[in-house]
Nanobody, 123 residues
């Protein structure tokens, strides 16, 4: 089993920045495409960003394009989500996920999930 450990969430004012990290166990990161999802209270979990296994391809939901950047370093078994110009509507629990089967925006295509980290943006 692959374990994903997330960190970096917190409280920030609108316009501020946070950097989320996700570390995979046992040097397994390079086997997987990686994704970030978020879930606000009372809402469905939604796709935020993903990055291919090689790190050369990325994809973002429209509302975060130009503000968020996903990156990875397979040698460090780590994927990051850099979040700039944060808005109150970005407030959610953010989840790191790993997909063996596909480079995907779909929740059902991911095999492993982190515990989630809270991001709160005040207005």
């Amino acid at each position: 089993q692959v374990q994903l450990v997330e960190s970096g969430g917190g409280l920030v004012q609108a316009g501020g920045s946070l950097r989320l990290s996700c570390v995979a166990s046992a040097g397994a990161l390079s086997r997987f495409h990686m994704g970030w999802f978020r879930q606000a209270p009372g809402k469905e979990r939604e796709f935020v960003a993903c990055i291919s296994w090689s790190g050369v391809s990325t994809y973002y939901r429209d509302s975060v394009k130009g503000r968020f950047t996903v990156s990875r370093d397979n040698a460090k078994n780590t994927v990051w989500l850099q979040m700039n110009s944060l808005k109150p509507e970005d407030t959610a629990v953010y989840y790191c996920a790993a997909s063996f089967r596909a480079y995907s925006v779909r929740i059902e295509d991911y095999d492993y999930w982190g515990q989630g980290t809270q991001v709160s943006v005040s207005s």
